[in-house]
């Protein structure tokens, strides 16, 4: 069985950076596309970004030009690279293994739905 482990999160200020990262453990061979989202206080979870296991990525408008996301197919792990941070951005950041979805006019699918148990990224002076 897969599982998600997520790190890296904290406190910084605003304009700094950090890197979260998101290690799948167990059996990993058939994951296809993986993510990054966010649940600010009193709002809907929303996507990040997404990564497919050739590289090919997606962002939300709201991040683009800020993060980055990346992964590391021989230790199954993804990561977000988080620059220009705003407060706007203090959120719990969850890494997903999605069933099915699509970008860039691809559909992505995966053997399951996978959520990790999200980290705190606050952004504040």
């Known amino acids: 069985q897969v599982q998600l482990v997520e790190s890296g999160g904290g406190l910084v200020q605003p304009g700094g950076s950090l890197r979260l990262s998101c290690a799948a453990s167990?059996?990993?061979?058939?994951?296809?596309?993986m993510g990054w989202y966010r649940q600010a206080p009193g709002k809907q979870r929303e996507l990040v970004a997404l990564?497919?296991?050739?590289?090919?990525?997606n962002y939300a408008d709201s991040v683009k030009g800020r993060f980055t996301i990346s992964r590391d197919n021989a230790k199954n792990t993804v990561y977000l690279q988080m620059g220009s941070l705003h407060p706007e951005d203090t959120a719990v950041y969850y890494c997903?293994?999605?069933?099915?979805?699509?970008?860039?006019?691809?559909?992505?699918?995966?053997?399951?739905?996978?959520w990790g148990q999200g980290t705190q990224v606050t952004v504040s002076s």
């Open positions: 997903r293994i999605p069933r099915s979805i699509s970008y860039r006019g691809i559909t992505y699918s995966n053997p399951y739905d996978l």
């Open positions: 167990g059996s990993t061979f058939s994951i296809n596309v």
């Open positions: 990564i497919s296991n050739r590289g090919s990525t």
